[in-house]
């Protein structure tokens, strides 16, 4: 059974930080990118943060970069999202999402491109 599982999240103030876990199994890890997308009430769902092997590179949404933070620990079939500096427009449920990398040419931000999803955590940032 595929699973996506994230942990981390929570209420934090503004200026403060977490750090999202997204543990996966029951695929071949190192075959996928993780991909974080986080949607707020009233929004699209919205890329974050990709990590891709393949491409051997990490993209950041304009609205994050420079404060978040992707990492993968393969040993562990885990991939973190470490967030800084937050805002109360980073309040979100935060997803991560795995894409199969064989032949992928897109721009790793497309939640239709992901094959599994998690079931979310609560990001929440008050001001």
């Known amino acids: 059974e595929v699973q996506l599982v994230e942990s981390g999240g929570g209420l934090v103030q503004a200026g403060g930080s977490l750090r999202l876990s997204c543990a996966a199994s029951g695929f071949t890890f190192d075959d996928y990118a993780i991909g974080w997308f986080r949607q707020a009430p009233g929004k699209e769902r919205e890329g974050v943060s990709c990590i891709s092997s393949s491409a051997g590179s990490a993209y950041y949404a304009d609205s994050v970069k420079g404060r978040f933070t992707i990492s993968s620990d393969n040993a562990k079939n885990t991939v973190y999202l470490q967030m800084n500096s937050l805002k109360p427009e980073d309040t979100a449920v935060y997803y991560c999402?795995?894409?199969?990398?064989?032949?992928?040419?897109?721009?790793?931000?497309?939640?239709?491109?992901?094959?599994?999803w998690g079931q979310g955590t609560q990001v929440t940032v008050s001001s």
């Open positions: 999402a795995a894409l199969r990398e064989l032949y992928y040419s897109g721009s790793y931000f497309d939640p239709d491109d992901y094959d599994f």
